[in-house]
């Protein structure tokens, strides 16, 4: 677990550099990360999603129920290189909604056993060890398994949506030359997080199956 728990560490810390360098740096088109949304929305034919401000950093998220793009502070009015990457990625979810992309579906059925799994898959683990009690243990595990999964299910919705997001950008040209490149190592790095979850989770998984064998 520590080598995984280092990788996460190292992912959250890369997201977080990469943001504020690249925060700090203007796009040459005055761009604000609102308006390329807007734009890449539109350039979809896509005309029914508000774009709204929320507080915080890199809170950024699209928000299905809603049909809201939500963009932290730092995002919505900033016309920097980092806002124009971070508003075309939620834009990109906003698209495969729009569009039915299949990996989002899938993901998203998974999402009520989710919420159980990672609240309860391993206290029941551990509660299934501690009174012998074998069905509680498969139960736990079951749960937990699902938190990986989803994790898995996400990794293409998220490589996808930075996929669409990098795309309009040039394309479009919002962005060019170097402000792309910046562009595309902040989506990088924010992916590298989605891929130290999946790992993190897949590890506690495999921590879980060795304590059971390992009572055995």
């Known amino acids: 677990m520590i080598p ?3 990788f996460a560490l190292v992912c ?3 997201v977080k550099s990469r943001y504020k360098k690249y925060s700090a740096i203007r796009n040459s088109a005055g761009m604000t ?11 979809q034919g896509i005309t ?6 929320i507080s915080g950093t890199l809170t950024d998220h699209y928000n299905p129920k809603t049909n809201e793009i939500c963009l932290s502070e730092g995002v919505y009015d900033s016309p920097s ?8 990625h939620e834009a990109g ?8 992309y299949f990996p989002i579906k899938i993901r998203n059925s998974v999402i009520p056993i989710t919420k159980f799994g990672s609240s ?16 509680l243990i498969y139960v736990g595990i079951i749960l937990y398994s699902a938190v990986a999964f989803f994790q898995l299910a996400t990794l293409p919705v998220e490589f996808n949506a930075s996929s669409r997001a990098l795309r309009a950008i040039d394309e479009q ?12 190592k902040v989506l990088a790095a924010a992916a590298m997080t989605y891929v130290a979850a999946l790992v993190s989770a897949l590890a506690t998984l495999l921590r879980l199956l060795l304590l059971v064998n390992r009572r055995r």
Do not use: W
Not at 125 to 132: A, D, K
């Open 4 to 6: 995984v728990f280092i």
């Open 12 to 14: 959250q810390l890369m």
């Open 33 to 43: 990360g609102a308006q390329a949304a807007d734009r890449l929305l539109r350039s």
């Open 48 to 53: 029914n999603v508000k774009i709204r401000r």
């Open 81 to 88: 290189i980092a806002a124009v990457g971070v508003a075309c």
């Open 93 to 100: 979810h906003a698209c495969q909604y729009a569009n039915n």
């Open 120 to 135: 309860l898959g391993i206290p029941l683990v551990l509660l299934g060890i501690l009174f012998t009690f074998e069905p």
């Open 173 to 184: 040209g919002f962005l060019h030359g170097e402000e792309y490149r910046g562009a595309k």
